[in-house]
C-alpha cells in the first residue's frame, strides 16, 4: 500500500529544521521514515516527494511512500491510503517536475536537456515507457530551472528541472502504476520524478 502525505511547514518550521536548500530538504523528508534498505544501497528508498512551494507563508511538501512516515518535530504532517482505485482510470490529468537527461554515448557523461521543446519531445517519447502516451496539445513545460547544491561532505551537485503539466491516456497499466508508485527519471531523492496524477472525468482522445 502506497500512503500520501501533505507537509505543512511555516517559516519557523524551516528556520528550525534548517531548510535551505535541496539537500536540506532531501533530509527533512527522508529523517521522518525508518530506512528499511539495510546494506542494500541499490534498493529504492520507497519514498518521492515534490516541493509544492509556499502559499500564505506556508510550504507545502507532497509525499508518496511505501510505509507510514514518523511524527514530524516540526510541522504539520496529513497522511492518508492511496486507494488501488486511484490508478485505475483510463486517464488523467497530470504535474511532474523532471530531471531530463540524456547519455553522450561518446564521453559516457550524463547531459541536460536544453530548451522547453526539446524538453518536451523528451518527456513524449519516454511515456511510452512510463505506461502512457501524453496528449501533445496540452502538454507544457511551465517551469525550467537549475538547482545546485552542496551534498555534504560529498561536493556539489547540480540539477537540471523541468516541470510539465498536461493529460495523459493510460496504455499499459502496470508500468502505469510501477511509474506513479516509483517514479520517474532521475534525481528522485531530490524532489523530481513525483507523477501527480488526478483521474479526468472524461476520455482524453487525439
Not at 517559516?11 to 546494506?39: E, K, M, P
Not at 515534490?50 to 514518523?70: E, F, M, T
Request: some cysteine; aromatic content about 8%.
Amino acid at each position: 500500500m502506497r500512503h500520501l502525505s501533505r507537509y505543512l511547514l511555516g517559516a519557523a518550521d524551516r528556520r528550525a529544521l534548517r531548510w535551505t536548500d535541496s539537500y536540506s530538504l532531501h533530509r527533512i523528508i527522508y529523517d521522518l521514515f525508518d530506512d528499511v534498505r539495510g546494506n542494500d544501497r541499490q534498493r529504492g528508498s520507497g519514498i518521492l516527494f515534490a516541493d509544492k512551494g509556499v502559499r500564505q507563508g506556508v510550504s507545502r511538501v507532497i509525499i508518496l511512500s511505501d510505509r507510514l512516515p514518523r511524527t514530524p518535530q516540526r510541522g504539520v504532517l496529513e497522511t492518508s491510503p492511496l486507494p488501488e482505485s486511484f490508478l485505475q482510470a483510463t486517464s488523467y490529468q497530470f504535474e511532474v517536475v523532471v530531471n531530463p537527461v540524456w547519455r553522450d554515448n561518446r564521453s559516457g557523461r550524463i547531459m541536460p536537456v536544453r530548451g522547453r521543446d526539446a524538453i518536451a519531445a523528451w518527456f513524449r517519447d519516454h511515456a511510452p515507457r512510463w505506461g502512457f502516451e501524453v496528449h501533445a496539445a496540452s502538454l507544457q513545460v511551465t517551469d525550467v530551472q537549475v538547482d545546485r547544491f552542496s551534498k555534504g561532505t560529498t561536493g556539489m551537485a547540480t540539477i537540471a528541472r523541468a516541470t510539465l503539466t498536461g493529460s495523459l491516456r493510460v496504455r499499459e497499466r502496470e508500468a502505469f502504476v510501477r511509474a506513479v508508485c516509483q517514479g520517474i527519471g532521475r534525481a528522485r531523492a531530490f524532489g523530481c520524478g513525483l507523477l501527480q496524477v488526478v483521474p479526468c472525468l472524461w476520455t482524453i482522445t487525439e
